[in-house]
């Protein structure tokens, strides 16, 4: 639980750390509409190539970026076996009775499985270089427009904030629940499917327990604090653009106007 990366935010003095929390939005934004272009597989490099560029920048080694992935192996392996027996188009690849692989059905998974990783590895940068306050400010600052038709941008980048923070917060409880849970002689890795679903309970329910209790003291902490939503707000930071921002976003629109590019070839 520990080598959890997606939401941990990591205090190191580089270019991606000092960037515009509304730039780095942007990017990601960006980023997101050009993984979904239909481009094939070739589409996906200057995609990666980016995500490199950034790692560097940032200071963030691609171990650390690949650890968000560990919990969504499970979702890949289930998306593999879904496709696998659901599709049943392309070139015939393997076949044993009635189980049969087509190449479609891989294809198909590469393309999903390529596609997660590359959002969460972006969101891991995005969540890795961005203080959780600044992500807030850089959230409302971008919404802001839109509170002309009644959108509530401060509240809805307050809840972001909040729910970005609190994953790595619940993933401690989560490991120290477990830890408490082994010392009184629960097994979560061996034993029968009710045993199991037995500890998995004896996981959830304080965990949830936990994270409502967590939910009610920061309600009250802001409510003593005389937080209210709808009150206009000062700042002590100000947000400001630099050449790197602009550097940034160019390099973002470069990269969504390749995937174009190549999806009209």
């Not at 999903?112 to 807030?136: F, G, N, S, V």
């Not at 971008?142 to 941008?153: R, V, W, Y």
Request: aromatic share 10%; hydrophobic share 55%.
């Amino acid at each position: 639980m520990n080598n959890i990366a997606l939401g941990r935010y990591l205090p190191m003095n580089s270019v991606v750390n000092r960037m515009d929390p509304r730039a780095k939005i942007l990017i990601l934004f960006i980023l997101m509409i050009a993984v979904f272009i239909p481009a094939g597989f070739w589409g996906y490099l200057p995609i990666v190539a980016f995500i490199i560029l950034a790692l560097y920048l940032s200071k963030l080694s691609l171990s650390f970026a690949m650890r968000a992935l560990k919990p969504m192996l499970l979702m890949m392996v289930f998306l593999l076996v879904i496709n696998v027996l659901v599709m049943h188009t392309g070139t015939l690849l393997f076949a044993w009775g009635w189980f049969k692989v087509y190449s479609d059905a891989l294809v198909q998974t590469a393309y999903i499985i390529i596609r997660l990783t590359l959002m969460i590895i972006l969101c891991t940068i995005l969540t890795a270089t961005t203080k959780p306050l600044d992500l807030t400010l850089g959230i409302e600052k971008l919404l802001k427009p839109f509170e002309k038709i009644g959108l509530p941008a401060h509240v809805i980048a307050m809840m972001i904030s909040i729910a970005l923070r609190f994953i790595p917060t619940l993933i401690d409880e989560t490991n120290r629940i477990m830890n408490a849970q082994a010392s009184r002689g629960v097994d979560m890795q061996n034993g029968t499917l009710k045993e199991k679903i037995s500890a998995i309970l004896s996981l959830i329910v304080p965990l949830f327990v936990s994270a409502f209790d967590r939910a009610d003291q920061l309600a009250n902490a802001m409510e003593a604090r005389g937080y209210d939503p709808s009150r206009p707000r000062t700042r002590y930071k100000t947000l400001k653009m630099t050449n790197v921002d602009y550097i940034g976003l160019a390099l973002a629109f470069l990269v969504l106007g390749i995937d174009i590019a190549i999806a009209w070839l």
